[in-house]
T-cell receptor, first 113, second 115 residues
């Protein structure tokens, strides 16, 4: 049983470009969470999604950031018009329908030049 | 407002000795607590958890203790091994009105186990 998959593992973008980060949850998991870890900081919750539904996006910046978890396919975290401050490690986690424990992917390291 | 606090940013322990990592929380609604371990350039790995109805949970070399009255939990690793060197995160959760949960994280404690 494959774990949580994230791709790409590393992503380099220039300022103003768009970044798309993908997350495939573990088999049987219907809940996806996105976190961001800035250098020298802990994990910060961004958004919590179920299939086709955003449960909690209280940690998402109000502009430029969006997330979706469609009925088919991976969850996508989209960052428009990236700035240098978006450079961070972005982690996705998934959990089963009765969520207590989250299981993490390896992360995507975004570098904005 | 940091609801989950790990007040020691780092800890250094000799191989074979006990490592004790501490975590304090402020929200009395938290009913489930977890510890994760994170190596550099990897995602956090679930280690052990405890429900608020218990005060101790043990899994091999890892034991988590929960003191609800003090709003404090600790992770004991014994004996510590060099491979345990990592950043350890404490996390807590409570169900919302829809029984959904969001993990609230501490900032982590970097453990170094010296040979």
């Amino acid at each position: 049983n494959a774990g949580v998959m994230q791709n790409p593992r590393h992503l380099v973008r220039r300022r103003g470009q768009e970044a798309r980060l993908r997350c495939s949850p573990m088999k049987g998991h219907s809940h996806v969470y996105w976190y961001r870890q800035l250098p020298e900081e802990g994990l910060k919750f961004m958004v919590y999604l179920q299939k086709e539904n955003i449960i909690d996006e209280s940690g998402m910046p109000k502009e430029r950031f969006s997330a979706e978890f469609p009925k088919e396919g991976p969850s996508i975290l989209r960052i428009q018009q990236v700035v240098r401050g978006d450079s961070a490690a972005y982690f996705c986690a998934s959990s089963p329908p009765n969520p207590r424990t989250q299981y993490f992917g390896p992360g995507t390291r975004l570098t904005v030049l | 407002d940091q609801q989950v606090k790990q007040n020691s940013p780092s800890l250094s322990v000799q191989e074979g000795r006990i490592s004790i990592l501490n975590c304090d929380y402020t929200n009395s609604m938290f009913d489930y607590f977890l510890w994760y371990k994170k190596y550099p350039a990897e995602g956090p790995t679930f280690l052990i958890s405890i429900s608020s109805i218990k005060d101790k949970n043990e899994d091999g070399r890892f034991t988590v203790f929960l003191n609800k009255s003090a709003k404090h939990l600790s992770l004991h690793i014994v004996p510590s091994q060099p491979g345990d060197s990592a950043v350890y995160f404490c996390a807590a959760s409570a169900p919302d009105a829809g029984n959904n949960r969001k993990l609230i994280w501490g900032l982590g404690t970097s453990l170094a186990v010296n040979p």
